[in-house]
């Protein structure tokens, strides 16, 4: 069974340009999460989503950032117009189900961005 | 105070040792816990989940306190391939709030 997978797993970008992040869950998952570390810091949750759905994106910067997870087809954190700022490692992970009783959840290799 | 709080070490630890760290969380609702390791900031993995009182898995034990709200995770009989950061991790609503992480170096 493929673990989480994550595409590309180096990506550079000049400023202003867009980045666009793959994952693809385990599978059998339909739960996504995205999580970003910054250099020198711990993970934060970005954003939740489930297929066609976006659960919860209280960690999403309010512009340039957008994510999605359609019915076909991985799920894509899109950065537009990135800055020097967004230089980070981007990990997706995947879980089975979730509820209050929560699941465990696998992360990919993640992306590591750096903005020149 | 942030959500989840540890240590950051480092924990320098001779091999064939035993080590133990605690990460303190503040929200008293919350039912399940975990250890993840990450090695040289590659992605993280599952070590431990902690549901009730305590978990033990090998070498490695986990306990809840409560009461007191922190989570310690202890190694036994330390090897060289244990070095790692590791990572509390408590649920919320579905997404993952990690600790920054406890450093972890065993040595020769």
């Known amino acids: 069974n493929a673990g989480v997978m994550q595409n590309p797993r180096h990506l550079v970008r000049r400023r202003g340009q867009e980045a666009r992040l793959r994952c693809s869950p385990m599978?059998?998952?339909?739960?996504v999460y995205w999580y970003r570390q910054l250099p020198e810091e711990g993970l934060k949750f970005m954003v939740y989503l489930q297929k066609e759905n976006i659960i919860d994106e209280s960690g999403m910067p309010k512009e340039r950032f957008s994510a999605e997870f359609p019915k076909e087809g991985p799920s894509i954190l899109r950065i537009q117009q990135v800055v020097r700022g967004d230089s980070a490692a981007y990990f997706c992970?995947?879980?089975?189900?979730?509820?209050?009783?929560?699941?465990?959840?696998?992360f990919g290799p993640g992306t590591r961005l750096t903005v020149t | 105070r942030k959500e989840v709080e540890q240590d950051p070490g480092p924990f320098n630890v001779p091999e064939g040792a035993t080590v133990a760290f605690n990460c303190t969380y503040s929200n008293s609702a919350s039912q399940s816990f975990f250890w993840y390791r990450q090695d040289c900031r590659k992605e993280p993995k599952l070590l431990m989940s902690?549901?009730?009182s305590g978990n033990e898995d090998g070498r490695f034990t986990a306990q809840l306190n409560r009461a007191s709200q922190y989570i310690s995770l202890l190694i036994r009989d330390s090897k060289l391939s244990d070095s790692a950061t590791y990572l509390c991790v408590v649920p919320s609503w579905g997404k993952l709030q990690f600790g920054a992480g406890t450093q972890v170096v065993v040595t020769p």
């Open positions: 992970a995947s879980s089975l189900l979730t509820s209050v009783a929560f699941r465990e959840q696998y």
């Open positions: 599978k059998g998952h339909s739960h």
């Open positions: 902690v549901y009730s």
